[in-house]
């Protein structure tokens, strides 16, 4: 069984750029998550989608963070324009269903703002 | 609101030697309780999960961890290191059964 595939893995971007990342989860799993690892801290949930449609956006800068999940399947989560801070890893993960307990998650993209 | 603090951002330890992880955590309700492991340049692998019911859970490669309610613990053990169980390893909580909140991580070296 393929695992949570993420791409690009490393991203450099200038400051005030925008950049996307993309996840294709676990194939039948329907719920997708968005994580931010900042460096020396734990992942943060930015993003939960459950199908299509957002379970839980209450984490995610919406003035410059947005993402999507058409059909259902893969996702992209854009940054537009980028800080500083925004550098970190990002994670995504899918579980079969919300509350499912174990989520499994792509080796990340490591995106550097400078 | 739910936390998690794990004691420690470093653990180094002996090849051969016990491996203890800190962990203890805050939650108004009665959690679930989570153990990942995050190999380099790798996403991050549960080791195991507790779901209220034995307080005693084993994982995948000989890792246990117990909970103890009366404490807020849920420390993670593991009677002999292998240098292949050098990693970072991270605690997690959730109530809502879905939302992991997590840990800021350890960092476990195993020396030879």
Known sequence: ?114 | AQSVTQLGSHVSVSEGALVLLRCNYSSSVPPYLFWYVQYPNQGLQLLLKYTSAATLVKGINGFEAEFKKSETSFHLTKPSAHMSDAAEYFCAVSVSSYKLIFGSGTRLLVRP
């Open chain 1, 1 to 114: 069984e393929a695992g949570v595939a993420q791409s690009p893995r490393y991203k450099i971007i200038e400051k005030r750029q925008s950049v996307a990342f993309w996840c294709n989860p676990i194939s039948g799993h329907a719920t997708l998550y968005w994580y931010q690892q900042i460096l020396g801290q734990g992942p943060k949930l930015l993003i939960q989608f459950q199908n299509n449609g957002v379970v839980d956006d209450s984490q995610l800068p919406k003035d410059r963070f947005s993402a999507e999940r058409l059909k259902g399947v893969d996702s992209t989560l854009k940054i537009q324009p980028a800080k500083l801070e925004d550098s970190a890893v990002y994670l995504c993960a899918s579980s079969l269903r919300a509350g499912e307990g174990e989520q499994y998650f792509g080796p990340g993209t490591r995106l550097t703002v400078t």
